[in-house]
């Protein structure tokens, strides 16, 4: 760390140089994250250019040079995947010198994060999210195997969504204000500018924060901390986008005090397996830092990724089988005979970086950092006003519309699906997709006469368009950082942020799809309401102008609000070293605050849309405690336990953001207690981590909007007192085999991650806001009965004197991620730079995402008020996906040239088996269809996204 | 190892030409161009035998007529569903007759308007009739059914049975004179004048939209009767339905043992979604059955707002509307486009 050079007391010169040496160097080394000494790390010690002295540190870290003389010396530390760093030292006095603690940041063992992570999952305003959490590559042997080898499944690492990981850059916490998501796709394609970082798991603490319970990314993002040289290198794969290039060049600390770093990407193309996803994505990198002296640093940096990636929507099974391809999507159609994408995702989001190190004695550091991240993010979609739904899998478009097997689905037409069937197994005049031409001549053809005082009645009103709905985000950070290490066994750590975010909400025409205009009215009030005032999103205006606005390219309709955020923490970690063993305990308290300032004035609410909304605010606090013990033989042994009282995120915070400022009822602070235990071995080329972990977190919401069949209209749902218990265990491993070179590494993820509690529910009518039904449990949510069955053909059920006999209670699973996840590989690398891998995963206990409408008792009734064993079964149990196995290899190559060129490739193969059926994730639909009797309901078929087959990613690599 | 760099490079970039084909094109092409303008058939493009609309309305002998010959019409559409008044159908025209396409699409006004030449290959659809008017639509797989036609609905056979010929003028309504020539007309545009307000309406709605729909005395509700209603409007939106209800304007229709207006304000839920209301009128002493869709864009507005005039209805002014002329049981049934444009005041 270079930075550590301002560890460095510059005194005196000693003058007199003393016969019999007596001078010294002493240190321990230790792991920046988690600050866990480091046993075996290697040290040398130089003195103008030559090494005088080589020593590895012992179990507990620590090493010792003695019997040298006055001078100024150089250590250069280095450690198995850590990045290496170099400490300046002068002895005088014939003193022994404490250097302390020497921290080494953990090497990024993948710099080729899976950019398949970031694809673009459209859940189509199901209410879920898809946010990936990606597990920060470093020298844990789980994480390590885990990062990369467990994101082709969309692994959640222990069952905890995106907002549990908690990601920083240079010490700014920048998980998003509105959702708590992670961050990465802001600086993705920025591999190398991006790639040391320190990482923390579980609910280990950070010198950055007091941290979650999911563990703490920071990117440190600063010039001096990429690595020196040039770096070129071109990827190409066939799961995500064919071609990245990527081009770097980091000074390194230079004399004059100076470091500078550029990092440049371009990701292009489709990809193999799922048509219509692209990138076009490119990424800017470039940061200036300077050390003006000992105690005063400063670095700038700023990035921005713009881009566009196409997106890729669920289906139900039945068009996945009619297509024969379940990576069929949806989104796209033929345009003029090319691909086009419905939905895509564009964004330029630059981020600003200002960062002050202060270190006027080697026993205190501080910095302070100014971030700012604004611009623009977009993600189109089509709308369209009085039109058919374009989509091609839209569920009148499909067989299952026209015929049940079932008689009491009321669907009894078998010739009709059969013609349905057939125009999709034969793809007629482009069944399967999107027909931008047809949207296209619909618009051509449109001329409505309704507005023709207002425009040129030879213009055509669009009846479909694209839209693009934005989140422009202002996001204002101030974080300052602090540690002293008061003594070898004592250290204090301690911060504050401030969060001020401004997002506007709102969305825009992006293509009038070849019509003249648009016009900025409610299409769902529409269809309920004949008073034109009450169809205006925007009153005012029409108010105004005494009609609506006629909309034309770029022009913002529909919605356009700020969400706002202040959040402010102030923190503190403590810890007592004495050895081997070390004592942590943290706390941390923090205000937050939000509200929404609604910048139109929609008809339906005239007094509820502009303006601020009540604005609730937080005090929340977190606590952790933890004890590391180092025994002899590189064993390490530590605990952690963590209380997190976290503030509710503003997209859980409203009943519908999009029209009103109305609340969620009941809303609260989240309330995690966590609690790890986990053990370490790390010495002879073994590397050995096992950990059992245990979560209980409290009181989260969740707020969803779809259309209720039973209402027949557009609804809001509010759900709140979620709980959710994790428990698991994870064991990484790598070991040495006899043959040199030779390693085996795995990883073994097993848990169980639960609902536990009956959440309430609140539904509200969207054009109305008037509540259909308040606090109603959601009966089944946590888990669902499984009844005794004599027969399950004739449905049968047991009977006692109390009813229905229940078997046992499916307990239902947060989802979309796999429960257990197994990788084992043998690796080989020869001395000549080659290396093989060949790897096994193992992926079960997957389920799919709950839709909270059909867990409740009323859904389960139907229509008649009658809840039956069948109806329960049917509709409130989840849907576990079937296990997978999964087959990758690898090989790569590097040669060096004259000690300074090194060029090589790697060629990895992903799936080598072809297996096409392994599904990540999905969704259920909210919609319902009655059955001819009346007496229950039918869902809507479920949707599924699978894996991609059999693909291959080849890097070639530069580097000077 | 020069060599084996330049090989690298050439690798490099051999990949990034190897790879720029279609995938690429979503990523260099920003802007996609405009697609052309979709085929318009015309009467050349047609294969088969062409026959007059009353041609095909004349098969259907009192069963439906599953069409098996290459035979095909010709027709001008003379209905909109812009206004909502029309729903999942259109009506075609030729000069011999009209008759109802029941191809079971939303939003048709977008893509069959007014006076667009339509033809139709009839080979697997089937004619039948409902209450006595003759359609056009798919055959009918529940045969416990009242309708002989089902809707066509689904896209593919659509694609293949009517092909959209060129936009042209409106077909102007057959003036029609007395009540001797409505036979002739039933499915055909028609402009009647002088009709009479009789101050007799037609409604009918559920208690429970899922219950049972065949209950008429604890679940189905109607009434068609004339009476002093004073309604101003033809056609009502589930709210301006409901609140007439509860005050007890539709008090005639009774079910779960009391009058409408009573149940509904005694806390009953009331279902927006099944109901139908409509209004009667008479042509030359004909009665006819104004129908009048709760989901018209014209649904809840007073007929005319001109002070006065709605009242000169009721006290016995004759109106003139447009629209198409169908039949149930018998009964003579009108259905207008557009109460903006198809009724007047005489």
Redesign the interface.
């Known amino acids: 760390m270079k930075k550590l050079l301002t560890l460095l007391a510059v005194a005196l010169l000693a003058l007199n140089l003393q016969a019999q040496p007596t001078g010294g160097i002493k240190g321990v080394i230790v792991n920046r994250s988690g600050r866990e000494a480091l046993a075996g790390a290697d040290v040398k010690l130089i003195q103008e250019g030559e090494v005088i002295a080589e020593q590895t540190t012992l179990p507990d870290g620590s090493f010792s040079f003695t019997g040298i003389e006055d001078g100024s010396y150089q250590a250069d530390v280095s450690a198995n995947g850590f990045l290496p760093t170099t400490v300046f030292v002068i002895v005088e006095k014939g003193l022994i010198r404490d250097v302390m603690t020497v921290t080494l940041s953990a090497d990024s063992v993948n710099s080729e994060v899976d950019d398949s992570a970031y694809t673009e999952f459209d859940m189509n305003d199901s209410g879920y999210s898809d946010t990936p959490t990606i597990i920060a590559g470093s020298n844990d042997p789980y994480a390590s195997v885990a990062s990369f080898g467990f994101s082709s499944v969309r692994f959640k690492n222990r069952g905890y969504s995106s907002e549990a990981q908690e990601v920083y850059l240079a010490g700014v916490k920048m998980n998003d204000a509105i959702t708590g998501y992670t961050p990465f796709s802001l600086w993705s394609g920025l591999n190398e500018a991006t790639r040391a970082q320190d990482v923390t798991h579980g609910t280990q603490i950070s010198d950055v924060a007091v941290g979650g319970y999911n563990g703490v990314n920071n990117i440190l993002a600063v010039p001096s901390q990429v690595r020196k040289g040039w770096r070129f290198s071109a990827l190409t794969n066939s799961a995500t986008y064919r071609l990245r290039l990527m081009g770097t060049y980091a000074s390194g600390r230079l004399d004059n005090g100076w470091a500078y770093a550029f990092n440049v990407s371009a990701r292009v193309g489709g990809n193999d397996w799922i048509k219509g996803v692209y990138y076009r994505s490119f990424a800017i990198y470039a940061g200036a830092e300077k050390k003006f002296d000992d105690v005063n640093n400063l670095a700038l940096v700023a990035f921005v990724t713009p881009g566009e990636r196409g997106a890729q929507a669920a289906s139900t099974q039945e068009v996945y089988d009619m297509v024969g391809d379940n990576m069929y999507n949806s989104n796209w159609g033929y345009q003029n005979g090319r691909v086009r994408n419905s939905r895509v995702r564009k964004t330029i989001e630059p981020v600003f970086l200002l960062k002050y190190s202060f270190t006027p004695s080697d026993r205190f550091e501080g910095n302070a950092m100014l971030l700012y991240r604004t611009g623009k993010n977009g993600y189109t979609a089509l709308d369209w006003y009085q039109s058919a739904d374009p989509r091609p899998d839209y569920y009148r478009n499909l067989p299952s519309y026209f015929k049940n097997d079932d008689p009491d689905y009321g669907k009894e037409d078998a010739r009709k699906a059969a013609w349905a069937e057939e125009a999709w197994r034969a793809d007629y005049a482009s069944t399967r997709h999107l027909d931008w031409d047809r949207l296209y001549n619909i618009n051509y053809a449109s001329y409505d006469h309704a507005y023709d005082e207002w425009h040129n009645p030879l213009e055509r009103r669009s009846r479909y368009v694209q839209e693009e709905r934005r989140v422009d985000q202002n996001d204002f950070h101030l974080a300052l950082n602090t540690i002293w290490r008061q003594s070898s066994v004592f250290t204090l750590n301690a911060g504050i942020n401030g969060r001020y975010n401004r997002s506007e909400n709102y969305k825009v025409i992006a293509d009038l799809l070849g019509g003249d205009y648009y016009v900025n009215i409610d299409n769902f009030a529409e269809r309920s309401f004949t008073d034109p005032e009450l169809l205006q999103n925007d009153w005012d205006y029409y108010m105004e102008h005494g009609h609506p606005q006629l909309l034309h390219k770029g022009d913002k309709y529909g919605y356009d609000y700020l969400a706002q955020i202040i959040d402010a923490e102030a923190w503190a970690n403590a810890i007592l070293t004495f050895g081997g063993l070390s004592i942590k305990a943290s706390a941390a308290a923090g205000y937050n605050s939000l509200w929404r300032t609604g910048l139109v004035r929609k008809g339906l609410f005239l007094d509820n849309s502009k303006g601020d909304s009540e604005k609730p605010s937080f005090f929340t606090y977190r606590g952790k405690l933890g004890v590391d013990y180092s025994f002899v033989g590189g064993h390490t042994l530590y605990a952690n336990v963590a209380y997190v009282n976290e503030a509710p995120k503003f997209n859980q915070a409203f009943v519908s953001p999009r029209t009103r400022n109305s609340l969620v009822p009941h809303l609260t602070t989240v309330k995690t207690t966590a609690a790890d235990i986990n053990y370490l071995f790390a010495a002879n080329g073994y590397n050995i981590r096992v950990t059992g972990y245990w979560a209980q977190i409290k009181d989260q919401t969740k707020v969803m909007s779809f259309y209720d069949d039973s209402q027949q209209s557009f609804t809001n749902f509010a759900m709140s007192g979620i709980d959710e218990r994790h428990l698991g265990v994870e064991i990484g491993w790598q070991i040495p085999l006899v043959v040199s070179g030779l390693s085996l590494k795995g990883a073994l993820a097993w848990g169980e991650h639960i609902y536990t509690s009956t959440p309430k529910m609140t539904q509200t009518i969207d054009n109305s806001a008037r509540v259909v039904f308040s606090d109603e449990p959601v009966k089944y949510w946590a888990q669902s009965p499984v009844y005794r069955w004599i027969d399950r053909d004739l449905n049968i059920v047991d009977q006692d004197a109390d009813g229905p006999i229940i078997d046992h209670w499916q307990k239902h699973h947060i989802a979309s991620t796999p429960q257990l996840a197994a990788d084992l590989s043998l690796n080989y690398r020869t001395k000549s730079y080659w290396f093989f891998t060949i790897e096994g995963q193992y992926f079960a206990n997957s389920y799919l995402d709950m839709n909270p409408v059909y867990r409740m008792e009323k859904t389960c009734m139907g229509p008649d008020k009658v809840e039956t064993p069948i109806e329960v079964e049917y509709m409130a149990s989840q849907e576990k996906f079937d296990p997978a196995f999964l087959l990758n290899a690898s090989i790569g190559k590097s040669w060096y040239l004259q000690y300074k060129y090194n060029f090589g490739f790697s060629l990895s193969v992903n799936n080598i088996l072809n297996n096409r059926n392994v599904r990540t994730g999905g969704y259920e639909q909210s919609r319902l269809t009655t059955s001819s009797s009346a007496e229950r309901y039918y869902k809507f078929d479920s949707k599924y996204f699978y894996m991609q087959g059999v693909n291959y990613m080849l890097n070639l690599y530069f580097r000077f | 190892?020069?060599l084996?760099?330049l090989h690298?490079a050439a690798?490099?970039l051999a990949?990034?030409v190897l790879?720029s084909c279609?995938?690429?094109?979503?990523?260099?092409?920003c802007k996609?161009?405009?697609?052309?303008?979709?085929r318009v058939y015309s009467e050349s493009d047609m294969t088969g035998t062409k026959v007059t609309i009353a041609e095909l309305k004349a098969m259907y002998k009192g069963k439906p007529v599953e069409i098996e010959d290459d035979i095909y019409i010709a027709g001008k559409v003379t209905t909109c569903d812009?206004k909502g008044n029309f729903y999942r159908s259109f009506f075609l025209q030729d000069e011999t007759s009209g008759i109802e396409i029941k191809i079971g699409?939303?939003?048709l006004y977008?893509?069959y308007?007014e006076g667009q030449t339509i033809f139709v290959r009839c080979k697997g659809l089937t004619v039948g009739a409902y209450k006595g008017m003759v359609g056009l639509g798919?055959?009918v797989?529940?045969t416990s059914s009242s309708y002989e036609t089902?809707y066509i609905?689904?896209?593919?056979?659509v694609?293949r049975s009517i092909f959209r010929g060129p936009?042209g003028e409106k077909v102007q309504p057959r003036r029609l004179t007395s009540a001797s020539e409505l036979d002739k007309s039933i499915g055909c545009l028609v402009e009647l004048s002088g009709m009479q307000y009789t101050h007799h309406i037609f409604f009918m709605g559920y208690v429970?939209?899922?219950?049972?729909r065949k209950d008429y005395t604890n679940n189905c509700y109607f009434c068609d009767e004339e009476g002093t209603w004073e309604v101003p409007t033809w056609a009502m939106?589930?709210?301006k339905y409901e609140e007439y209800l509860r005050a007890g304007t539709f008090d005639a229709a009774e079910v779960r043992g009391t009058t409408v207006g009573k149940l509904f304000r005694s806390g009953v839920p009331f279902s927006?979604?099944a109901y139908s209301i409509s209004q009667y009128f008479t042509f030359k002493g004909k009665s006819i059955q104004v129908r009048t869709s709760g989901?018209s864009?014209?649904?809840?507005?007073d007929i005319d707002p001109t002070a006065g005039r709605y009242q000169d209805i009721l006290k016995g002014k004759t109106v003139t509307m447009r629209g198409v002329l169908s039949t149930y049981n018998g009964e003579y049934q009108f259905t207008i486009n557009d109460i903006d444009t198809d009724f007047t005041i005489d």
Do not use: C, H
Not at chain 2, 208 to 212: E, T, V
């Open positions: 190892m020069r084996k760099s690298i690798l490099a990949m990034a790879s279609e995938e690429f094109q979503p990523v260099f092409t996609y161009p405009d697609p052309a303008v979709s812009l699409k939303y939003n977008n893509e308007k798919y055959r797989e529940d089902a609905e689904v896209q593919y056979i694609d936009e429970d939209y899922n219950g049972n939106s589930a709210d927006k979604v989901y864009k014209w649904a809840d507005k």
